[in-house]
């Protein structure tokens, strides 16, 4: 089975903070994603890689980097964290087919 | 403008009754479609698929069915169990194109025993 592993489950950080999300995968898939999910508006992509250094922007980028120098790790980058980036924030790896999560890490601004 | 939609917020269904959630979606070019069901705090494991040369899937309790000219599907799940409470969201992918998913906004199932 592929496993996605996020590094944190929960987070609590402060606004203005730099703050830095990894997701590792053990398979070697090519295509990793990044989401997050609000209470009403689903699952929302933030970034997404298909290839090492290669990064597009997905639907809500404002506010976010990313970064993939190896094929495993995606890490998702809060420039300078804000209130309204309080969110469950969702990594994905895609293999043939579906996508396959990792746990999630929950973070809170304050 | 959002291209799947999931306008039950909520759905309560007995245990041992049939629970029916749907989906809508505007992109015609979509021909891959997939369901999740998402626990609190966890992330979404993947349910059921279905590609548009089909118009039904069935796995064990699950059965997706997808009606390509009204642009329309569903998930039965026959019986609920109280297992099955969780969120539930449908996906959906043009494969000849990008490779990402849209998804939609989720529905609240709730299976009362």
């Known amino acids: 089975d592929v496993k996605v592993t996020q590094s944190s489950r929960y987070l609590v950080k402060r606004t203005g903070e730099k703050v830095f999300l990894e997701c590792v995968q053990d398979m070697d898939h090519e295509n990793m994603f990044w989401y997050r999910q609000d209470p009403g508006l689903g699952l929302r992509l933030i970034y997404f890689s298909y290839d090492v250094k290669m990064k597009e922007k997905g639907d809500i980028p404002e506010g976010y980097s990313v970064s993939r120098e190896k094929k495993e790790r995606f890490s998702l980058i809060l420039e300078s964290a804000s209130t309204n980036q309080t969110s469950m924030y969702l990594c994905?790896?895609?293999?043939?087919?579906?996508?396959?999560f990792g746990s999630g890490t929950r973070l809170t601004v304050v | 403008d959002q291209q799947v939609k999931q306008n039950s917020p909520s759905l309560s269904v007995q245990e041992g009754r049939i629970s029916i959630l749907n989906c809508d979606y505007t992109n015609s070019m979509f021909d891959y479609f997939l369901w999740y069901k998402k626990y609190p705090a966890e992330g979404p494991t993947f349910l059921i698929s279905?590609?548009?040369?089909?118009d039904k899937n069935e796995d064990g309790r699950f059965t997706v069915f997808l009606n390509k000219s009204a642009k329309h599907l569903s998930l039965h799940i026959v019986p609920s169990q109280p297992g099955d409470s969780a969120v539930y969201f449908c996906a959906a992918s043009n494969l000849r194109g990008a490779y990402k998913y849209i998804f939609g906004t989720g529905t609240r199932l709730k299976v009362l025993a």
């Open positions: 994905a790896t895609q293999g043939s087919g579906g996508y396959t």
């Open positions: 279905i590609s548009s040369i089909k």
